[in-house]
C-alpha cells in the first residue's frame, strides 16, 4: 500500500507542477532559411556556459554537420556550432558528455530509400569550445555495432539478428563510467519493448575504431505494455545524477511519454497525445528539459520542474 501511494503521489505531482506546456522554440529567420527543417532530435546541458545543445534530424540541403545552442527561454543561437572534421553529418539523433568530450550518434539506420549513407551512421567525439566541436574522433558505427550484435548469445538479442540490417535504429545514448550505452528504437524483440545495449569502453571504442563483442550486454528491458503504456519506442534516455535513467518514448502515430526507470521499475511521468518527445536533458540544478519533434510544425519545449 505504502509504494502504491507514493506512486500515486508521483505521478500526481508529474501531472501538475511539472506540467508545463509545451513552447516553440524560437529559431533565427535567416538561420531557418540555410535549413531544410529545425525538427529537435536530442538535447544535452552544458555546465560550462549554461545553456543547451541541440541536435536535430537534418540540417542543411548539402546535410552540413552542424548543432544548435539553446537558451533557458528556447531561443536558438543564430550560429550553428560545427563539427570539425566532417564535410555531411546527418539524421543526428542523441547527445551526451563526459570528462570534458561532447558526443553525437547519428541513428545508425538505412534512410527512407533503404539505403546505408555513411553519414546517417557516424559516431563522434569532440571537445566544444564556442561554435565548434573540436578534436574530434569520428567512427562508423553501424556495421561495426550489426556485426558484434550477430555473435552475442542473449536470446534477447540473438532473435533480432536477422532484423538488424533492415530495422536497426538508434535514437538515444549515454556515457556512465566511461562506458558506452545505447537505447535501441528499433529492433524491438516483442512490440512495445525496448532494450538497452551496453556496448563497451568509449576510449577503448573511438581508439580502435571497432567493437569487442564480448562487452555487448543487455543493460535493461523496458517494457511499456506492462507500465501502463502501449506498443512505444524509445527516443532519448538521460542519465540522472542518482544513477536513474528518464526515458522519452513515442508512438509511429503521434504523441508519446516521459517515463523513470530506477532499478527494475518503469514509471510513467507524463503523456503527450499529440506531442513527440524527442529528448531529454537536466540542468545542475536539476531542471529537466524535454524538446519535441512536430515534423513541418514548430518545435518545442518545456521544462519538466519550475
Known sequence: MTSTLIFLSLFFIANTSYGNVPLAIKVPAKLMNTLKSFEPSAIQFLSATGNYLVAIDDTTEEDAPFLFLMDTNGNVDKTPVVIEGLSKMTDMESLSQENGYVYVMSSQSRNKKGKILKERNLFVRG????????????????????????????????????????????????????????????????????????????????????????????????????????????????????????????????????????????????????????????????KVIVVFDQGTEAPLYTFLKD
Not at 562508423?140 to 540490417?165: C, H, N, P, W, Y
Not at 571497432?210 to 550486454?217: F, N, V, Y
Not at 542518482?242 to 508519446?256: F, I, K, R, Y
Request: aromatic content about 6%; charged content about 25%.
Open 127 to 286: 571537445k566544444l569550445n564556442g561554435h565548434v566541436l573540436g578534436e574530434t574522433t569520428v567512427i562508423e558505427l553501424r556495421a561495426e555495432l550489426i556485426k558484434a550484435l550477430g555473435t552475442v548469445a542473449d536470446t534477447r538479442i540473438s532473435s533480432m539478428q536477422a532484423t538488424f540490417d533492415k530495422l536497426i535504429e538508434i535514437e538515444s545514448h549515454y556515457i556512465k563510467n566511461g562506458v558506452i550505452y545505447v537505447g535501441l528504437k528499433d529492433s524491438q524483440s516483442r512490440p512495445g519493448v525496448g532494450l538497452v545495449l551496453e556496448i563497451g569502453n568509449a576510449d577503448a571504442i573511438f581508439t580502435q575504431g571497432k567493437l569487442d563483442p564480448a562487452q555487448i550486454r543487455v543493460s535493461n528491458e523496458l517494457d511499456f505494455t506492462k507500465s501502463g503504456g502501449t506498443e512505444e519506442k524509445i527516443s532519448d534516455i538521460s542519465l540522472q545524477k542518482d544513477g536513474s535513467l528518464l526515458v522519452t518514448a513515442t508512438l509511429e502515430n503521434g504523441g508519446g511519454s516521459i517515463w523513470s526507470y530506477e532499478g527494475q521499475d518503469l514509471r510513467l511521468v507524463m503523456s503527450y497525445e499529440n506531442e513527440r518527445p524527442e529528448g531529454i536533458t537536466f540542468s545542475d540544478d536539476g
